[in-house]
């Protein structure tokens, strides 16, 4: 029998739906769009796509605006490294804690792709594709998975990943809910993939070293999350972190805080889009 995946008609993981709709929103308030994403309102169902075209609007708080600025940010950093990777040969794609998350939908069909997550979120996405007739093409694979228990190397072997192969890993919105040895441990089984392979993911920050004003936007952020049973229980201070992915193997790591992430995706915007520095940093890495 079938899960039940729903809550009042919604998936339970809040936090994904949000997401989703922050980028489904994009795509109808800012010019110019920074992510084009052809299938983000198939994920929302049909009855609230139908319900976010009409009234984008109710999305367009000035809180609600910055964290949208955030989620295509970082959706579009890693659409430019997979385009580069495969430009560059790489045939590889594993999206950890997908949620509602589309890239998969998009990539070339030559390109392995598994998204690994909760089954509850899986099956709420693929009932909402199949309500807005997306085939799921045959080289994307959805796997159950809880991050907090799996070995990475032997689940995704079984699916097609060839651990001897470069591969991306896509980390959006998921290190946050796992304790920090459980963040830590997957960024090192990352750093045992062959040379090239790379991790795009986001993290906190630790508050003790956030300003007054990032501590207040940090802890409303944290009780409404916690509120909606999806508590954050990991941060990192961004200068330790860099150096233990260096030490890790990784040869390359790149931070972007919300000063970088608006100097590359969001200046001179006359709409005004921007994101603010709220307690999250952006990492990209790469394995020497």
């Not at 591969?167 to 304790?179: I, R």
């Not at 795009?200 to 936007?217: C, H, I, K, N, Y």
Request: proline share 6%; aromatic share 6%.
């Amino acid at each position: 029998m079938k899960q039940q995946a729903v809550l009042d008609g919604i998936p339970r993981r809040r936090s994904a739906l949000t997401m989703a709709l922050a980028r489904a929103t994009h795509q109808l308030l800012d010019e110019p769009t920074l992510l084009h994403d052809r299938h983000a309102f198939d994920v929302l169902g049909s009855s609230l796509a139908r319900e976010t075209v009409i009234d984008p609007y109710a999305y367009n708080a000035p809180m609600l605006r910055t964290l949208r600025a955030a989620v295509v940010a970082r959706a579009r950093l890693v659409e430019d490294r997979v385009a580069l990777a495969i430009d560059a040969g790489l045939r590889q794609i594993v999206i950890l804690g997908a949620g509602l998350d589309t890239l998969s939908l998009r990539i070339p069909d030559s390109v392995r792709c598994v998204e690994l997550d909760q089954v509850e979120i899986q099956q709420w996405k693929l009932d909402r594709l199949e309500e807005s007739g997306v085939t799921v093409p045959s080289n994307v694979a959805f796997v159950p998975a809880d991050l907090a228990k799996v070995s990475l190397s032997g689940l995704l072997g079984d699916q097609g990943i060839d651990p001897g192969l470069p591969t991306f890993f896509s980390c959006l919105g998921v290190l946050p809910y796992l304790e920090t040895p459980v963040a830590s441990a997957i960024m090192r089984q990352v750093s045992r993939y062959p040379s090239q392979s790379e991790i795009v993911f986001d993290a906190r920050v630790s508050p003790g070293s956030l300003s007054p004003v990032e501590q207040w936007m940090d802890a409303m952020a944290a009780r409404s999350f916690a509120a909606a049973g999806e508590p954050w229980l990991s941060d990192f201070d961004p200068a330790e972190l860099k150096a233990t992915l260096l030490r890790d193997g990784f040869c390359e790591v790149e931070c972007l805080d919300a000063e970088a992430i608006n100097a590359r995706y969001f200046i001179r915007r006359r709409d005004g889009l921007q994101t603010v520095d709220g307690g999250l940093r952006l990492y990209r890495a790469t394995v020497g």
